[in-house]
């Protein structure tokens, strides 16, 4: 629309397309690169469709979330949600980020938040520089509660964070709000980053089909996937 994202169509059949009806708030898309990119981050953000009981399946029973995306900023010195149903503790849900605060620090991070609603369950955070900035890179978030693993942060297949424990009960129940892409539930913070490819499933894939969706991605990226340490 205009040179900006109006819609982002869900490829699964079950309608929950993205949208924005606001000009001003719709990600802009980039064209200039080898492949199309969908930027959105902060104020320029989507909404996916219906209820919030249409996004319960991100933390319940679990998922697995794959991105191809990178920032745009070198230091952005902040974070920003690339998928979420939350914010915080406060708000029941999940959310997918990037972060770089290099003044915290907090520098070149990916970060998986999951809330019951009262308290924040998890808090998955990569050491810095596990995600660089300006570097396209397949970042996959996977929620596992009864798993060994709770949560795990994998790039290129390579896993570079991990939760074993749960700080406290697991969520049940829709989440806070309806998924936003580009921006946490309600807080307005972020910076642009390039969205190539997001795709979601519940429950969280098997070993195997995890291994397919990585290496279908890493071939129509142009990517390097190690897939070493599951």
Request: glycine share 8%; hydrophobic share 35%.
């Amino acid at each position: 629309s205009s040179g900006n994202v109006s819609t982002w169509a869900d490829q699964s059949g079950n309608a929950r397309h993205f949208t924005q009806g606001t000009d001003a708030n719709r990600p802009t898309y980039d064209q200039s690169g080898a492949w199309p990119a969908v930027v959105a981050g902060g104020t320029r953000f989507m909404t996916g469709a219906g209820a919030a009981s249409n996004w319960r399946f991100l933390h319940e029973p679990s998922s697995s979330v794959f991105f191809v995306t990178s920032t745009t900023l070198a230091d952005s010195n902040n974070i920003t949600a690339l998928l979420a149903t939350q914010d915080s503790g406060n708000g029941r849900g999940l959310a997918c980020a990037l972060e770089d605060r290099a003044s915290e620090p907090a520098n070149d991070r990916a970060r998986m938040l999951v809330s019951n609603g009262s308290a924040a369950v998890i808090d998955s955070q990569t050491a810095n520089n596990a995600v660089p900035a300006l570097t396209r890179a397949l970042v996959e978030y996977r929620y596992t509660p009864a798993a060994v693993l709770k949560a795990t942060v994998i790039r290129n297949g390579v896993i570079v964070a991990w939760t074993v424990a749960l700080s406290s009960t697991t969520p049940s129940g829709d989440p806070a709000g309806p998924a936003r892409l580009g921006r946490f539930y309600t807080y307005t913070d972020g910076k642009p980053q390039n969205i190539y490819e997001a795709i979601a499933y519940s429950p969280a894939l098997s070993v195997t089909n995890a291994s397919r969706v990585r290496r279908y991605l890493g071939a129509r990226y142009g990517l390097s996937i190690s897939e070493t340490g599951e």
